[in-house]
């Protein structure tokens, strides 16, 4: 259950969170060294991401602690972003969620066929697992939110393990697919690499993160506390290559929503160095605002009518 302090100190703006956090080195890469590439998030809290100068993959410093990011997400994530006050997912999200669903499983439809093994890694309320095994397949969803697991299960039947590690070590797939969820991870490219190898020899891993690259949004609307690491097409590419997989040509991609294989020829086991010139190119992008300025300019309230426009629209939506 979410703690109204701890909902309230995650809200106020011009106020960092309740979190100390660690040094931690790049997730792609290993290195240290960064450049700062934001100061605030989108709800104009202090917070610091950086972008790695060795490879350009974006990182929230300090990082939040294992612990720390666990007591986050039992305690306010879901009311915090997704309005979800108790123990059934809200109806805008399963709205929004079933839409994704269906685009998910359509662009993946040459290798949903029937009888083909489909894991899900950060399955939610299982709106997916749903959309394949209508299509024949045999699903298994990895969902460690409690609730929503419980959801997924009783509302679709679906096998839905709490932890990857739980899946005996022999059991591989024809589909993985993780949809919106290496950003919240620490380890993300790391998780990557364990999921290809879950991979069937033929098998495909659809990978879908926020383009920290978007246009058309105030460059630290594209930051929240719930992101600690931020992708562009390049650094999700290059985790990719590390995990030994390739981009398929035979599904339609948009920048950090593609669909990947095994690659046919030898990989690098680690990718060589970009230099630090993604990283500046992020850090001109996404220089940091002032949010005493960006309040008083009134530009925030575009985006906060969108938003909020969007959830009411999801949750009077029809199914």
Same mark, same amino acid.
């Given at each position: 259950?979410?703690?109204?302090?701890?909902?309230?100190?995650?809200?106020?703006?011009?106020?960092?969170?309740?979190?100390?956090?660690?040094?931690?080195?790049?997730?792609?890469?290993?290195? +240290?060294? +960064?450049?700062?590439?934001?100061?605030?998030?989108? &709800?104009?809290?202090?917070? @610091?991401?950086?972008?790695?100068?060795?490879?350009?993959?974006?990182?929230?410093?300090?990082?939040?602690?294992? #612990?720390?990011?666990?007591?986050?997400?039992?305690?306010?994530?879901?009311?915090?972003?997704?309005?979800?006050?108790?123990?059934?997912?809200?109806?805008?999200?399963?709205?929004?969620?079933?839409? =994704?669903?269906?685009?998910?499983?359509?662009?993946?439809?040459?290798?949903?066929?029937?009888?083909?093994?489909?894991?899900?890694?950060?399955?939610?309320?299982?709106?997916?697992?749903? /959309?394949?095994?209508? &299509?024949?397949?045999?699903?298994?969803?990895?969902?460690?939110?409690? *609730?929503?697991?419980?959801?997924?299960?009783?509302?679709?039947?679906?096998?839905?393990?709490?932890?990857?590690? #739980? $899946?005996?070590?022999?059991?591989?797939?024809?589909?993985?697919?993780?949809?919106?969820?290496?950003?919240? $991870? @620490?380890?993300?490219?790391?998780?990557? +690499?364990?999921?290809?190898?879950?991979?069937?020899?033929?098998?495909?891993?659809?990978?879908?993160?926020?383009?920290? /690259?978007?246009?058309?949004?105030?460059?630290?609307?594209?930051?929240?506390?719930?992101?600690?690491?931020?992708?562009?097409?390049?650094?999700?590419?290059?985790?990719?290559?590390?995990?030994?997989?390739?981009?398929?040509?035979?599904?339609? &991609?948009?920048?950090?929503?593609?669909?990947?294989? @095994?690659? +046919? /020829?030898?990989?690098?086991?680690?990718?060589?160095?970009?230099?630090?010139?993604?990283?500046? =190119?992020?850090?001109?992008?996404?220089?940091?605002?002032?949010?005493? #300025?960006?309040?008083? *300019?009134?530009?925030?309230?575009?985006?906060?009518? &969108?938003?909020?426009?969007?959830?009411?629209?999801?949750?009077?939506?029809?199914?």
């Amino acid at each position: 259950m979410s703690s109204p302090l701890h909902l309230f100190r995650h809200a106020v703006p011009f106020t960092g969170y309740p979190y100390r956090g660690e040094g931690m080195a790049c997730n792609l890469c290993g290195g +240290a060294e +960064a450049l700062t590439v934001a100061e605030t998030d989108r &709800r104009l809290k202090r917070l @610091r991401s950086v972008a790695c100068t060795g490879c350009g993959l974006i990182r929230t410093d300090p990082m939040p602690t294992a #612990a720390e990011l666990e007591a986050y997400y039992a305690s306010a994530y879901r009311a915090a972003y997704q309005f979800a006050l108790g123990r059934r997912p809200p109806r805008h999200h399963l709205n929004r969620s079933r839409r =994704e669903a269906a685009f998910r499983a359509e662009l993946l439809a040459p290798a949903l066929r029937p009888g083909a093994r489909v894991l899900d890694f950060g399955s939610g309320s299982g709106e997916f697992l749903a /959309a394949a095994r209508a &299509r024949g397949c045999a699903v298994t969803g990895v969902e460690p939110g409690r *609730s929503y697991a419980t959801y997924a299960r009783a509302e679709h039947g679906a096998r839905v393990l709490d932890r990857l590690d #739980a $899946l005996p070590a022999d059991e591989v797939f024809d589909v993985v697919t993780v949809h919106h969820v290496l950003e919240h $991870l @620490r380890d993300p490219v790391d998780t990557l +690499a364990r999921l290809a190898d879950r991979l069937a020899p033929e098998g495909v891993l659809y990978a879908a993160v926020p383009n920290m /690259a978007a246009t058309g949004k105030p460059p630290h609307e594209r930051f929240h506390f719930a992101h600690v690491h931020g992708f562009v097409r390049d650094t999700l590419d290059r985790a990719a290559r590390r995990a030994g997989l390739t981009p398929d040509p035979g599904y339609w &991609r948009e920048d950090t929503t593609a669909v990947y294989r @095994r690659s +046919a /020829a030898p990989v690098q086991a680690e990718p060589g160095p970009a230099g630090p010139g993604l990283a500046r =190119e992020l850090a001109a992008a996404l220089a940091p605002v002032r949010p005493g #300025a960006y309040l008083a *300019s009134g530009a925030w309230l575009g985006p906060m009518v &969108r938003r909020n426009a969007k959830a009411i629209r999801d949750t009077f939506a029809s199914r």
